[in-house]
Protein backbone atom coordinates (compact mmCIF):
# COMPACT_ATOMS: atom_id res chain seq x y z
CA UNK A 1 0.00 0.00 0.00
CA UNK A 2 1.12 3.02 -1.06
CA UNK A 3 2.21 6.15 1.55
CA UNK A 4 -0.85 8.72 2.52
CA UNK A 5 0.05 12.12 3.87
CA UNK A 6 -2.90 13.51 6.50
CA UNK A 7 -3.34 16.24 8.39
CA UNK A 8 -4.75 17.41 11.71
CA UNK A 9 -6.23 21.00 12.16
CA UNK A 10 -7.19 21.76 15.55
CA UNK A 11 -10.44 23.35 15.93
CA UNK A 12 -9.48 26.35 18.24
CA UNK A 13 -10.05 29.12 15.18
CA UNK A 14 -13.59 30.50 14.92
CA UNK A 15 -14.78 29.12 11.33
CA UNK A 16 -15.38 32.62 9.53
CA UNK A 17 -11.85 33.81 11.14
CA UNK A 18 -9.20 30.98 9.57
CA UNK A 19 -10.95 28.09 10.46
CA UNK A 20 -12.82 27.06 7.19
CA UNK A 21 -9.99 28.45 5.30
CA UNK A 22 -7.43 25.53 6.93
CA UNK A 23 -9.90 22.66 5.79
CA UNK A 24 -10.52 23.72 2.34
CA UNK A 25 -6.84 24.44 1.79
CA UNK A 26 -6.11 20.85 3.00
CA UNK A 27 -8.20 19.62 0.32
CA UNK A 28 -6.38 21.99 -2.54
CA UNK A 29 -2.88 20.45 -1.34
CA UNK A 30 -4.18 17.09 -1.79
CA UNK A 31 -4.38 15.54 1.79
CA UNK A 32 -5.44 12.10 1.78
CA UNK A 33 -7.37 12.70 5.15
CA UNK A 34 -8.07 16.26 7.52
CA UNK A 35 -8.75 14.95 11.14
CA UNK A 36 -9.47 17.07 14.26
CA UNK A 37 -8.88 16.29 17.89
CA UNK A 38 -12.02 15.10 19.83
CA UNK A 39 -11.16 17.33 23.38
CA UNK A 40 -13.10 19.37 25.51
CA UNK A 41 -10.25 21.52 25.71
CA UNK A 42 -6.67 20.80 25.26
CA UNK A 43 -3.01 21.31 27.06
CA UNK A 44 -2.07 24.70 26.33
CA UNK A 45 -5.19 25.63 24.26
CA UNK A 46 -6.82 25.23 27.47
CA UNK A 47 -7.51 28.65 28.48
CA UNK A 48 -8.09 30.08 24.72
CA UNK A 49 -10.74 29.28 21.67
CA UNK A 50 -11.77 25.15 20.93
CA UNK A 51 -14.38 24.44 19.53
CA UNK A 52 -16.39 21.18 19.13
CA UNK A 53 -14.99 18.46 16.87
CA UNK A 54 -18.68 17.13 15.65
CA UNK A 55 -19.67 20.54 14.70
CA UNK A 56 -16.70 20.96 13.32
CA UNK A 57 -16.13 18.11 10.93
CA UNK A 58 -19.84 19.00 9.66
CA UNK A 59 -18.91 22.21 8.69
CA UNK A 60 -15.98 20.46 7.00
CA UNK A 61 -17.86 17.96 5.27
CA UNK A 62 -20.39 20.79 3.91
CA UNK A 63 -16.93 23.38 2.57
CA UNK A 64 -15.08 20.48 1.27
CA UNK A 65 -15.72 17.84 -1.21
CA UNK A 66 -13.57 14.95 -1.82
CA UNK A 67 -11.16 15.15 1.95
CA UNK A 68 -11.92 12.73 3.77
CA UNK A 69 -12.74 13.80 7.62
CA UNK A 70 -12.35 12.23 10.71
CA UNK A 71 -11.66 12.68 14.17
CA UNK A 72 -8.00 11.71 16.22
CA UNK A 73 -9.06 10.57 18.50
CA UNK A 74 -12.73 10.31 19.90
CA UNK A 75 -12.93 8.49 23.53
CA UNK A 76 -15.10 7.35 26.28
CA UNK A 77 -13.84 10.16 28.63
CA UNK A 78 -16.84 12.27 27.62
CA UNK A 79 -18.71 10.04 24.99
CA UNK A 80 -21.59 7.81 24.84
CA UNK A 81 -21.84 5.08 22.53
CA UNK A 82 -25.35 5.65 21.63
CA UNK A 83 -25.22 9.80 21.14
CA UNK A 84 -22.39 9.22 19.69
CA UNK A 85 -23.28 6.55 16.75
CA UNK A 86 -26.51 9.23 15.97
CA UNK A 87 -24.10 12.05 15.25
CA UNK A 88 -21.50 10.14 13.33
CA UNK A 89 -24.10 8.18 11.14
CA UNK A 90 -25.35 12.29 10.46
CA UNK A 91 -21.92 13.24 9.89
CA UNK A 92 -21.40 10.19 7.10
CA UNK A 93 -24.33 11.09 5.65
CA UNK A 94 -23.58 14.69 5.49
CA UNK A 95 -20.30 13.99 4.18
CA UNK A 96 -21.31 11.63 1.68
CA UNK A 97 -19.30 8.99 3.56
CA UNK A 98 -16.01 10.49 4.09
CA UNK A 99 -15.65 10.08 7.56
CA UNK A 100 -13.50 8.01 9.54
CA UNK A 101 -13.79 7.32 13.39
CA UNK A 102 -10.55 7.49 15.01
CA UNK A 103 -10.72 6.18 18.46
CA UNK A 104 -9.15 5.44 22.43
CA UNK A 105 -8.92 5.09 25.72
CA UNK A 106 -8.13 8.96 26.33
CA UNK A 107 -5.84 10.53 28.75
CA UNK A 108 -5.83 12.17 31.91
CA UNK A 109 -6.20 15.40 30.49
CA UNK A 110 -9.54 18.16 31.03
CA UNK A 111 -11.96 15.39 29.36
CA UNK A 112 -11.11 13.15 32.14
CA UNK A 113 -11.92 15.72 34.86
CA UNK A 114 -14.45 18.06 33.69
CA UNK A 115 -17.52 15.80 33.86
CA UNK A 116 -16.43 14.60 37.52
CA UNK A 117 -18.15 15.18 41.10
CA UNK A 118 -16.05 17.56 43.29
CA UNK A 119 -13.55 15.17 44.54
CA UNK A 120 -13.87 12.66 42.08
CA UNK A 121 -10.81 10.48 40.77
CA UNK A 122 -10.15 10.34 37.29
CA UNK A 123 -10.65 6.97 35.93
CA UNK A 124 -7.30 4.61 36.18
CA UNK A 125 -5.70 3.41 32.92
CA UNK A 126 -6.99 0.13 33.24
CA UNK A 127 -10.80 2.02 33.96
CA UNK A 128 -10.33 3.70 30.50
CA UNK A 129 -9.27 0.49 29.07
CA UNK A 130 -12.00 -1.58 30.55
CA UNK A 131 -14.49 1.13 28.80
CA UNK A 132 -12.79 1.75 25.56
CA UNK A 133 -13.18 -2.50 25.51
CA UNK A 134 -17.04 -2.13 26.17
CA UNK A 135 -17.68 1.10 23.67
CA UNK A 136 -16.34 -0.22 20.88
CA UNK A 137 -17.70 -3.14 20.20
CA UNK A 138 -21.16 -1.15 21.18
CA UNK A 139 -20.60 1.23 18.92
CA UNK A 140 -19.88 -1.17 16.11
CA UNK A 141 -23.34 -2.44 16.76
CA UNK A 142 -25.24 0.44 16.94
CA UNK A 143 -23.38 1.84 13.54
CA UNK A 144 -24.68 -1.47 11.82
CA UNK A 145 -27.76 -2.81 13.22
CA UNK A 146 -31.09 -0.66 12.84
CA UNK A 147 -32.04 -1.09 16.79
CA UNK A 148 -29.60 -2.08 19.20
CA UNK A 149 -30.41 -3.54 23.32
CA UNK A 150 -27.15 -3.94 25.30
CA UNK A 151 -27.09 -3.75 29.36
CA UNK A 152 -23.32 -3.54 30.07
CA UNK A 153 -21.15 -2.42 32.36
CA UNK A 154 -20.93 0.53 31.90
CA UNK A 155 -23.25 1.59 29.14
CA UNK A 156 -26.41 0.95 28.42
CA UNK A 157 -28.94 1.05 25.51
CA UNK A 158 -32.65 -0.07 25.03
CA UNK A 159 -33.76 -0.57 21.77
CA UNK A 160 -31.13 2.23 20.05
CA UNK A 161 -32.67 2.99 16.44
CA UNK A 162 -29.81 3.80 13.70
CA UNK A 163 -31.78 4.18 10.70
CA UNK A 164 -30.59 4.07 8.07
CA UNK A 165 -27.32 3.82 8.91
CA UNK A 166 -24.06 5.17 7.48
CA UNK A 167 -22.81 5.69 4.35
CA UNK A 168 -20.11 3.41 4.19
CA UNK A 169 -21.05 0.07 4.50
CA UNK A 170 -21.22 -1.78 7.02
CA UNK A 171 -20.07 1.55 8.77
CA UNK A 172 -17.66 4.26 8.77
CA UNK A 173 -13.87 2.65 9.17
CA UNK A 174 -12.70 2.86 13.03
CA UNK A 175 -8.97 3.84 13.69
CA UNK A 176 -8.46 2.44 16.70
CA UNK A 177 -5.49 4.14 18.98
CA UNK A 178 -3.52 1.64 20.64
CA UNK A 179 -0.28 0.44 22.05
CA UNK A 180 -1.21 -2.00 25.21
CA UNK A 181 -1.97 -5.89 24.45
CA UNK A 182 -5.77 -5.38 24.94
CA UNK A 183 -5.87 -2.27 22.96
CA UNK A 184 -4.05 -3.70 20.05
CA UNK A 185 -6.51 -6.70 20.03
CA UNK A 186 -9.46 -4.51 20.13
CA UNK A 187 -7.82 -2.88 16.97
CA UNK A 188 -7.05 -5.58 15.16
CA UNK A 189 -10.89 -7.25 15.96
CA UNK A 190 -12.47 -3.65 14.88
CA UNK A 191 -10.17 -1.36 13.46
CA UNK A 192 -9.84 -0.68 9.74
CA UNK A 193 -6.83 1.00 10.81
CA UNK A 194 -4.72 1.29 13.98
CA UNK A 195 -3.22 4.50 14.96
CA UNK A 196 -0.08 5.30 17.60
CA UNK A 197 1.91 8.25 18.54
CA UNK A 198 4.72 6.10 19.42
CA UNK A 199 6.27 5.37 22.84
CA UNK A 200 5.48 8.57 25.41
CA UNK A 201 8.48 7.37 27.54
CA UNK A 202 10.50 8.73 24.69
CA UNK A 203 9.44 11.72 23.59
CA UNK A 204 11.48 13.92 26.40
CA UNK A 205 15.10 12.04 26.50
CA UNK A 206 14.72 9.21 23.95
CA UNK A 207 16.11 9.84 21.01
CA UNK A 208 14.52 9.14 17.19
CA UNK A 209 16.54 5.50 16.64
CA UNK A 210 14.94 4.42 19.98
CA UNK A 211 11.32 5.63 18.46
CA UNK A 212 11.79 3.65 15.61
CA UNK A 213 12.63 0.48 17.81
CA UNK A 214 9.63 1.13 19.63
CA UNK A 215 7.87 1.35 16.46
CA UNK A 216 8.97 -1.62 15.14
CA UNK A 217 8.20 -3.64 18.33
CA UNK A 218 4.35 -2.07 18.68
CA UNK A 219 3.94 -3.27 14.33
CA UNK A 220 4.89 -6.76 15.58
CA UNK A 221 2.54 -7.08 18.63
CA UNK A 222 -0.44 -5.56 16.49
CA UNK A 223 1.10 -8.70 13.64
CA UNK A 224 0.65 -10.67 16.55
CA UNK A 225 -2.93 -9.38 17.73
CA UNK A 226 -4.02 -10.33 14.16
CA UNK A 227 -2.38 -13.71 13.82
CA UNK A 228 -4.40 -14.56 16.68
CA UNK A 229 -7.70 -13.84 15.17
CA UNK A 230 -6.60 -15.00 11.77
CA UNK A 231 -6.55 -11.55 10.32
CA UNK A 232 -3.74 -10.81 7.80
CA UNK A 233 -2.40 -7.59 9.68
CA UNK A 234 -1.35 -5.97 5.68
CA UNK A 235 -5.15 -5.23 5.65
CA UNK A 236 -5.35 -2.76 8.47
CA UNK A 237 -4.23 0.52 7.94
CA UNK A 238 -1.14 1.58 10.13
CA UNK A 239 -1.32 5.47 10.95
CA UNK A 240 1.67 7.14 12.59
CA UNK A 241 0.13 10.75 14.55
CA UNK A 242 3.47 13.30 14.23
CA UNK A 243 4.87 15.46 16.29
CA UNK A 244 4.93 13.29 20.12
CA UNK A 245 8.18 11.57 19.09
CA UNK A 246 11.27 12.33 20.01
CA UNK A 247 11.77 14.32 16.51
CA UNK A 248 9.22 16.43 17.39
CA UNK A 249 9.14 19.12 14.83
CA UNK A 250 12.38 18.37 12.88
CA UNK A 251 10.86 16.50 9.95
CA UNK A 252 8.76 19.79 8.95
CA UNK A 253 11.71 21.59 8.96
CA UNK A 254 12.26 21.12 5.02
CA UNK A 255 11.20 18.72 2.42
CA UNK A 256 13.93 16.33 2.93
CA UNK A 257 13.78 15.61 6.69
CA UNK A 258 9.92 14.88 6.04
CA UNK A 259 11.08 12.39 3.35
CA UNK A 260 14.00 11.04 5.25
CA UNK A 261 11.15 10.68 8.43
CA UNK A 262 8.30 9.03 6.97
CA UNK A 263 10.63 6.73 4.07
CA UNK A 264 12.16 5.43 7.58
CA UNK A 265 8.72 5.26 9.36
CA UNK A 266 7.01 3.47 5.66
CA UNK A 267 9.68 0.92 6.08
CA UNK A 268 8.15 -0.24 9.42
CA UNK A 269 5.06 -0.49 7.66
CA UNK A 270 3.01 2.47 8.43
CA UNK A 271 0.16 3.33 5.72
CA UNK A 272 -0.90 6.82 6.80
CA UNK A 273 1.28 9.64 8.50
CA UNK A 274 -0.60 12.41 10.19
CA UNK A 275 1.18 16.08 10.75
CA UNK A 276 -0.44 18.93 12.59
CA UNK A 277 -1.23 21.81 10.59
CA UNK A 278 0.70 24.81 11.70
CA UNK A 279 0.20 27.11 14.28
CA UNK A 280 2.37 29.98 15.20
CA UNK A 281 3.77 30.09 18.44
CA UNK A 282 2.86 26.69 19.86
CA UNK A 283 4.31 22.78 20.23
CA UNK A 284 2.81 22.85 16.19
CA UNK A 285 5.03 25.82 15.17
CA UNK A 286 6.29 25.30 11.61
CA UNK A 287 6.94 27.08 8.43
CA UNK A 288 3.52 27.20 6.15
CA UNK A 289 5.56 27.55 2.85
CA UNK A 290 7.63 23.90 3.54
CA UNK A 291 4.44 22.86 5.38
CA UNK A 292 2.60 22.91 1.70
CA UNK A 293 5.72 22.29 0.16
CA UNK A 294 5.72 18.61 1.91
CA UNK A 295 2.37 18.07 1.46
CA UNK A 296 2.55 18.58 -2.30
CA UNK A 297 5.81 16.92 -3.19
CA UNK A 298 6.53 14.08 -0.48
CA UNK A 299 4.45 11.67 -1.26
CA UNK A 300 5.58 11.42 -5.08
CA UNK A 301 9.25 11.42 -3.65
CA UNK A 302 8.50 8.51 -1.13
CA UNK A 303 6.89 6.30 -4.53
Partial sequence: M???LSTVILPYRRWH????SAWTRAE??????????DHLSWRSFRDGPWFGAIPTLTAAA?????????TLVTSPNFRHPVTLAKELISLDDISGGRITLGIGAGGTGF????LLKNGQ?????RERADRLAEFVPLLDRLLTEDSVSHAGEFYSAYEARNIPGCVQRPRLPFAIAATGPRGLRLAARHGQAWVTTGDPKLFENGTPE???QALRGQTEKLTEACDQLGRDVNGLGKILLTGFTPDRGRPLESLDAFVDFAG???ELGFTEIVIHWPIPDSDFAADEKVFEQIAMEAVAQLG
Fill in 2 to 4: SLR
Fill in 17 to 20: EGGR
Fill in 28 to 37: ELGFHTAYTY
Fill in 62 to 70: AATERLRLG
Fill in 111 to 114: DATT
Fill in 121 to 125: DPWTP
Fill in 210 to 212: QSV
Fill in 264 to 266: RHQ
